[in-house]
Nanobody, 123 residues
């Protein structure tokens, strides 16, 4: 059974940093891009960052570019999202997702999803 399990969410203050982790199990995600999405109450799911299978290519959403870094550990089958200079508008549930092939920025292209981890940024 494929599982993506996110961790690292919590309550932080504006300007703080936070690291989210996604542990993948149940299969080997060869040739799968791994990404982070987020969804705030009443809003659509938004692409945050994605990384290629090799780790050589990364893409970032406009709202977080310059403040987050995505990385992956293929041996440990983990994806990490380092977030800095957090803002209240970053408050959302953050989801890890896997898609076959190159990085995709549209949520419907992702086959596997975690259950999410809540990040709350207070002002």
């Amino acid at each position: 059974q494929v599982q993506l399990v996110e961790s690292g969410g919590g309550l932080v203050q504006a300007g703080d940093s936070l690291k989210l982790s996604c542990a993948a199990s149940g299969r080997t995600f060869n040739n799968y891009a791994m990404s982070w999405f987020r969804q705030a109450p009443g809003k659509e799911r938004e692409f945050v960052a994605g990384i290629s299978w090799t780790g050589g290519t990364a893409e970032y959403g406009d709202s977080v570019r310059g403040r987050v870094i995505i990385s992956r550990d293929k041996i440990a089958n983990m994806v990490i999202l380092d977030m800095n200079s957090l803002k209240p508008e970053d408050t959302a549930v953050y989801y890890c997702a896997a898609a076959s092939g190159p990085i995709q920025t549209l949520a419907y292209r992702y086959r596997f999803w975690g259950k999410g981890t809540l990040v709350t940024v207070s002002s």
